[in-house]
Structure formats: structure tokens, C-alpha cells
């Protein structure tokens, strides 16, 4: 199915990029469509392209003005317009049909892991085990990574665990930490200040530097939360810092 | 061997010009926040331009030379000495063993680069030798430096370097050489500079007086002002109506405002995407002149055409260009 060209909208982001804009909302047609533009730009490059970023319902395409120019010979943002528009002509947005295989997140929740497992509970009349069960149902859809190095942001999440963040934020968050924000849930990548409510942790690294894919998900990607014992953490956490 | 840390300095860190094509995971590109001054000072220096160099901020470090180097210093002047004597920018400068570089007062702009003639040797991660220190990624050690680090330094050709040792006479601790870059070469650096911007994705959706004070105020740089961002504060400029964006992708130079109603202006190490509205994007030419104002800098924004931001962009490339065949003539003298 080729993408309704009409209702695209490109524009740019300064002088070094363009924004494709493929809808207004958070959807799954949508991301789709991200979904195809991304894997044409990996499999098409062209010169001058730095590199693009995918996000909810865009993609900005980074371009050096200087190259794509041929060194100040042309309009390099009319050259980088035109191939979108040439990509988005070819683009077949149904030709994926291999669905993306479910990666599991183990997690250790409540205790000293989860510190606001009991307020989450609390707040939503549900029980502990409840909230657990809920949050480890769903299979999570990776719209986008952002906000922080391998940070992804989720959807999916049964609005039945929704909690507000935490009105003074903490100061530390440990990395691998899994937090709920109003209706999104998340993981911490790496330690830093955060006002989520914390339900557990994971033992995995989500961004290692010195991996070939430094992110552990990458937008595209389906999740599914998997309880596990303190034991098991203890277990798979020395294997993931053994790395 | 290589360059001893005997006090680092307020903020002294490894970069070179940034880590690209890891922004869809989230990784924020960080590199030089003058682009222009660390090209400078690796072309100077005699390196090529994907190099790594030595980004020093106001209050400048005191490192030792273990070995004779050849080093230029291009930025910002924070008063630069060798042995007690001030060198100048935009030169490069042969430095004996032994010799100690620290920097005085700072007399203009914020951020210096120290380029070394063979090159700051660090392992790249992810493709670039960028410090990225909150997420301890890249440079020496993820980190800024701290006294007794000793950089190791790709050591020049002996070529490169006999001809100095020659020139620079007995017991002279350092030769600055006979010729450096004409100040014309140089941004319009400004201690309170009226920056090129054109309108942000999202300049229609802030209010007909929000976007005039936009173009026509005073905008002061907060002390909240890092490598990551610039909190800058003036009139407060609100959306014609409450929204709620989706994040997107945002960049060095992209002025996005607060529920507050306050700009912050996105520097090297922003994050890769962001949910506040962007009012506007500062060309990439004036990226130089904001990476050197200091807190309570005023500063001022101009509209211009993407034409107009691409012709500036042209204009810089060339001079590096330039530059670039006239050292490579002078290396051949």
C-alpha cells in the first residue's frame, strides 16, 4: 500500500534538516509508515545524509548543506525535498510482513526495587499482584527512542495501572529501573533524576556504548515484561555486567 | 608520554566534532560546542579535521608537556601562558618538553580548543572521541579531566617536528610561529551577540506578540547555561493556545519554550528528541557565537532565509577550505 502523499507534510528543522511529518497522533498506521520511511533511508542513503531521527509520527532527516549542495552548487534543501518525495512515491508501507519477534524484559518488581509498587497499588485499588499481572500482559510497542541514550517509549500500557509521578522527584534513579508515568511505563536506561513511580527493575543493560547496537530495543520493536525473583535478577544482572 | 594534568580547570574535556548516526538510539551527539574554533585549532595544528582536540572552558587547566609537542589554541582568549609567558591564538606554537601551559584572566569569550599535532589519543566510542560525561561515554575516560591524568598523544612525524627543534633556540621553551590566521577568518564573536535564526516548526503556533518579542527583545542568558543547553530569560512568549506535541527530533541551535514561557536553546550535548514547542532554529554559521557568550550574555535574534542560512553555512566551509590549501603550501615551505 503506497502512503497517501497528500497528507504528509515536509518542512525544515534550521539549515541541517528536514522534517517528515506522517500524521498527528500517536498511531499504529503511523508508525508503520515511520517504520517504512526508516528502512528505505537504511537501505537508500544518499550523499550528504548524516543521519534521522524517528519519533511518533516523524522522521528528521540530518543533511550536510555543503555536500548536499555538490559544494554550493545547488538548493540542498530542494534536493533532500525532492528525494523524500521520490522515496515516498516508491514507498510501500504494507511490503513488511515478518512481524516483529516479542522481546522479554525480565523484572524484579516491589521491594527495594520497586519502592512505589505498594503506592501504584494503593492508588489504583488494585492489588500488588494485580498491578504486576497488568503490567506483564500487555506486549509493548517501541514507538521511539528518546529523552535519554536507549530510553524507549512504550505503548501499550492497560490504563487500569495508571499513577501520577511523583510529586518531588527522586534525586537517583538506578539504571534499569521501570517506572509508570500516567499511562506510560518505561525503563531508565541510566541513573539519573526522575519523578516515575517505580515498580521494579531489570536486570539488563539497555544501552551499552560498546555494543555494535548500543540500545538494547530499537524503535519498531514489540516488549513484554517478564516477573522474575531477586534471585534470578542477582543471577542475570552478574551476567549482563560480566559483558 | 604525553600531557600531564596538574590542575584540570573548571571544565576541560576531550572533543572532536561529535558523534553521529546514533541519535535514532537516543545517544545525543555532543562534540565541540565552537565547531568552528576546534576546526581551526586541529587545521592549524596540522590534523585532520575528524582529530580530537582539547575543549577548555573559561577558567583554563595547567598541563605539562612530557614531550616536545607542536600545539595551537584556537576560541576563545583565556589568557594563554608557557612558562609564565602569554602566547597568542590562531598560531601554532612549538613547545619543548617539560614546558607548562596555563591559562589567566578570561579576557574574550568562554571556551578554548587546544589541538596537539598528532592527535589527543583516546579510544573512539561509538565512532567519535566526544566526552559525553553524564552518560560517561567517550573521551578520556567518559570525564572531564582531573589533576595527574596524563593524555597520551599520537606523537608528530620526526619531520614535523625537526624543523622546529631546530629553529627554536637553546633553552627557549617554547617558538610561536612567525605566522598565524588573520582575525577576519574569525566569527563575529561578541560578548553580546545578535544571533541569525530562522522560525522553529512550531514559530505560527505562538502568539502574534509572543513571535514580535521574539524578534525584537533582549533575551539573558541564565547561570543555567551548560553543554547540554542554554536557559535564557527576557519576555515571556506563550502559545496562542495550550498544546500537547508530540515528541520529535531537535537539535544544537533549536530555541524550544517552556510551559513557563522561557526559551532554553539547545547546545552540543542536547537530547536527541524533545516535547516543548520550537520557536525558533539558530543557523548553523552562529552556532560559534553562542558556544562563546557566558552567563548574563544578552543576546538578541534575527530572522533570515533558509537561502540565506545555507549561503553563511557556504561561506565557512569555504574559508576552512581555504585554509586548508594555504597550510598545506606553508607545510610544504
Not at chain 2, 548516526?21 to 586541529?42: E, H, N, P, T, Y
Not at chain 2, 500537547?244 to 524550544?256: I, N, P
Not at chain 2, 539547545?266 to 520557536?279: D, V, W
Request: charged share 20%; hydrophobic share 40%.
Amino acid at each position: 500500500m503506497p502512503l497517501p502523499t497528500s497528507s504528509v507534510k515536509i518542512y525544515p528543522l534550521g539549515d541541517t534538516a528536514v522534517v517528515l511529518q506522517l500524521g498527528d497522533e500517536i498511531a499504529v498506521e503511523t508508525h508503520g509508515q515511520v517504520k517504512a520511511v526508516v528502512r528505505f533511508l537504511n537501505q537508500h542513503s544518499f550523499p550528504g545524509l548524516i543521519e534521522y531521527v524517528p519519533a511518533f509520527t516523524t522522521v528528521t532527516i540530518y543533511y550536510d548543506p555543503w555536500l548536499v549542495s555538490e559544494w554550493g552548487k545547488s538548493d540542498p534543501y530542494a534536493a533532500v525535498e525532492e528525494n523524500l518525495r521520490q522515496m515516498l512515491a516508491e514507498l510501500e508501507t504494507g511490503s513488511e510482513t515478518e512481524p516483529a519477534s516479542v522481546k522479554e524484559i525480565p523484572v524484579v518488581y516491589g521491594g527495594e526495587y520497586g519502592p512505589d509498587l505498594a503506592f501504584v497499588a494503593q492508588h489504583t485499588g488494585l492489588s500488588m499482584a494485580e498491578v504486576i499481572a497488568r503490567h506483564t500482559q500487555p506486549e509493548y510497542l517501541v514507538y521511539m527512542i528518546g529523552f535519554a541514550p536507549g530510553f524507549p517509549y512504550l505503548g501499550g500500557m492497560d490504563p487500569k495501572i495508571a499513577a501520577p509521578r511523583k510529586e518531588v522527584p527522586r534525586q537517583v534513579i538506578p539504571a534499569g529501573s521501570v517506572g509508570i508515568a500516567g499511562v506510560q511505563t518505561g525503563v531508565y536506561p541510566m541513573e539519573t533524576p526522575g519523578g516515575w513511580q517505580l515498580i521494579g527493575r531489570t536486570p539488563l543493560n539497555l544501552f551499552d556504548p560498546n555494543r555494535a547496537e548500543p540500545s538494547l530495543l530499537q524503535m519498531g520493536d514489540v516488549v513484554r515484561f517478564v516477573s522474575i525473583s531477586e534471585q534470578e535478577y542477582n543471577a542475570l544482572k552478574e551476567e549482563a555486567d560480566g559483558d | 608520554m604525553g600531557i600531564k594534568v596538574e590542575k584540570p580547570g573548571l571544565l576541560t574535556t576531550v572533543q572532536d566534532l561529535g558523534r553521529y548516526g546514533f541519535q535514532k538510539q537516543g545517544m545525543v551527539v555532543s562534540g565541540a560546542m565552537d565547531s568552528f574554533a576546534l576546526r581551526l585549532a586541529i587545521l592549524l595544528a596540522g590534523n585532520p579535521e575528524n582529530a580530537a582536540a582539547l575543549e577548555i572552558t573559561l577558567s583554563g587547566p595547567s598541563l605539562r608537556f612530557q614531550e616536545d609537542s607542536l600545539i595551537a589554541l584556537a576560541g576563545a582568549n583565556l589568557s594563554p601562558k608557557l612558562n609564565g609567558t602569554p602566547v597568542p591564538n590562531h598560531r601554532p606554537v612549538f613547545v619543548r618538553k617539560d614546558t607548562l601551559l596555563e591559562f589567566g584572566a578570561p579576557v574574550q569569550g568562554c571556551r578554548t580548543y587546544l589541538a596537539v599535532t598528532g592527535g589527543i589519543d583516546v579510544p573512539l566510542v561509538m565512532g567519535s572521541a566526544s566526552t559525553y560525561a553524564r552518560a560517561g561515554v567517550g573521551g578520556w575516560n567518559g570525564r572531564a579531566l582531573q589533576k595527574d591524568d596524563v593524555l597520551l598523544v599520537n606523537l608528530p612525524t620526526s619531520e614535523q617536528l625537526q624543523h622546529w627543534q631546530e629553529k627554536c633556540p637553546a633553552g627557549e621553551p617554547f617558538l610561536v610561529s612567525s605566522w598565524g590566521l588573520s582575525r577576519d577568518l574569525l566569527p563575529a564573536y561578541s560578548e553580546n551577540p545578535t544571533v541569525r535564526v530562522l522560525p522553529g516548526p512550531e514559530f505560527a503556533l505562538f502568539s502574534e506578540n509572543a513571535q514580535e518579542t521574539f524578534w525584537n527583545s533582549e533575551f539573558k542568558v541564565s547561570p543555567a547555561a551548560d553543554r547540554m543547553g542554554y536557559r535564557v530569560e527576557g519576555p515571556v512568549l506563550s502559545l496562542k493556545e495550550p498544546v500537547e506535541l508530540l515528541s520529535s527530533a531537535v537539535t544544537f541551535g533549536t530555541v524550544q519554550v517552556t510551559p513557563s514561557g522561557n526559551p532554553i536553546i539547545l547546545m552540543a550535548e542536547h537530547q536527541t528528541t524533545g516535547g516543548y514547542p520550537r520557536i525558533g532554529q539558530i543557523i548553523s554559521a552562529d552556532l560559534p557565537l553562542l558556544a562563546q557568550v557566558r552567563p548574563g550574555a544578552k543576546l538578541r535574534f534575527r530572522q533570515v532565509s533558509l537561502t540565506e542560512a545555507h549561503q553563511l553555512y557556504y561561506r565557512r566551509e569555504q574559508t576552512l577550505e581555504h585554509l586548508k590549501r594555504v597550510l598545506h603550501l606553508q607545510s610544504k615551505r
